[in-house]
């Protein structure tokens, strides 16, 4: 008899995404990225949209005081509601920064035009979308959008549940939806 091994699954990682106020602003525009998330078999952990004021743009940028673009990002960032995602994939963080394309956006038109920015970014501020460029900054990023998120509890009690999941899904079936209140199909 032969014994089949099988390699153990990854656990999920976690990251932040941000659909900015230039996109918000444009339904199409925010459909096609929500679309993209999902049709790149990125599991939605939680959503929110959310308007802030200049100073919780101001704290949520604050590494970036000081630099030129400070100001302009502030104000753009408080200019309009956004959608905020928790985002779970094996590779969340490198997976959602490869869609978003480029920070630059003339960059990204010339290098990565079928990326999110490549197709929707205007300008370097107003660029679509965001994402965390680290685990550790997931984390800090998710606890600021999401202070009611228990990241811990999440790989406890949601990340087995999904990760299985996930192994056996139909990759012609509607993406999954983790909705706060629990995990379920899709809505």
Not at 85 to 107: K, Q
Not at 146 to 157: A, G, L, R, S, V
């Amino acid at each position: 008899m032969r014994a089949v091994l099988h390699a153990p699954r990854r656990v999920l990682q976690l990251t932040l995404a941000i659909i900015k106020p230039d996109a918000v602003a444009h339904p199409l525009f925010l459909e096609a990225v929500h679309q993209t998330i999902l049709d790149n078999r990125l599991l939605i952990v939680r959503s929110k949209d959310v308007t802030w004021s200049r100073q919780e743009s101001q704290k949520f940028y604050q590494e970036h005081s000081g630099r030129f673009f400070y100001q302009r990002l502030v104000e753009f960032m408080a200019s309009g509601p956004m959608r905020a995602y928790i985002l779970a994939h094996e590779e969340a963080i490198p997976l959602w920064r490869s869609l978003m394309g480029p920070t630059r956006v003339f960059r990204a038109q010339h290098t990565d035009p079928e990326s999110i920015r490549g197709s929707f970014g205007l300008t370097d501020t107003r660029n679509t979308v965001h994402g965390s460029d680290s685990a550790a900054s997931a984390s800090r990023e998710i606890a600021f959008f999401f202070p009611d998120f228990n990241e811990e509890q999440w790989y406890q009690q949601e990340e087995p549940q999904l990760r299985e999941r996930e192994v056996g899904r139909d990759t012609k079936a509607i993406p999954h939806h983790v909705p706060r209140d629990g995990w379920a199909e899709a809505d």
